[in-house]
């Protein structure tokens, strides 16, 4: 089946050491989004890329990058993580035209500790 | 304002019951209104889509008023496995990004 996938699913690292976070997509779907979520929060957007065109949130932090070397390929590394950092990461796709909404993968607990 | 927003519950049901939810947005050109669900640390997964003529699904029940800024989410029969915190998603014509409201939280209760 066509998928959003996302590994791993949890990811435990120390506070102030790199942590990638990865996303493949079988759906040939060519806009790729990160999402930050935590408890009781809605998801938030942290960037999206329309194929290989980059789009960060004005809000996003500068600890937050993000790479796509192709189009069923998307990671996001958080290059000094702190403890506000530990939420659930989702990663979502959707087609251009956008009318059909997100395909989610299940996302990365992430964990500082 | 928040650009979506909706009521955060929790909305606490018995079992049968009939509950209706609804989720505002501020800008008039939003062309895209999803429903998603999503349980407790899990992903969000699309409910259904909300079309302008309003939609049915089984039990679920999507419209959407562009006058007044609303779409609305309605879930007959309600079942315990419908207990879940309900997105309301919102996408903009010309933009790839959508909203999201902070979710309504629903309990079935037995």
């Known amino acids: 089946d066509a998928m959003v996938i996302q590994n791993p699913r949890y990811q435990v690292t120390q506070f102030g050491k790199p942590v990638t976070l990865s996303c493949s997509q079988t759906?040939?779907?060519?806009?790729m989004y990160w999402y930050q979520q935590k408890s009781s929060q809605a998801p938030k957007l942290l960037f999206h890329?329309?194929?290989?065109?980059?789009?960060n949130e004005a809000d996003t932090p500068d600890n937050f990058q993000s790479r796509r070397p192709n189009t069923s390929f998307c990671f996001l590394d958080i290059r000094s993580p702190g403890l506000g950092d530990a939420a659930m990461y989702l990663c979502?796709?959707?087609?251009?035209?956008?009318?059909?909404?997100?395909?989610f993968g299940s996302g990365t607990r992430l964990t500082v500790v | 304002r928040k650009e979506v927003e909706q009521d955060p519950g929790p909305f606490n049901v018995p079992e049968g019951a009939t509950v209706a939810f609804n989720c505002t947005y501020s800008n008039s050109a939003s062309q895209s209104f999803f429903w998603y669900r999503q349980d407790c640390r899990k992903e969000p997964k699309l409910l259904m889509s909300?079309?302008?003529s309003g939609n049915e699904d089984g039990r679920f029940t999507a419209q959407l008023n562009r006058a007044s800024q609303y779409i609305s989410l309605l879930i007959r029969d309600s079942k315990l496995s419908d207990s879940a915190t309900y997105l309301c998603v919102v996408g903009t014509s010309g933009t790839y990004k959508y909203i999201f409201g902070t979710g309504t939280r629903l309990k079935v209760l037995a």
């Open positions: 890329y329309y194929d290989k065109d980059f789009n």
């Open positions: 759906l040939n779907h060519n806009v």
């Open positions: 909300v079309y302008s």
């Open positions: 979502a796709t959707s087609r251009q035209g956008g009318d059909r909404g997100y395909t």
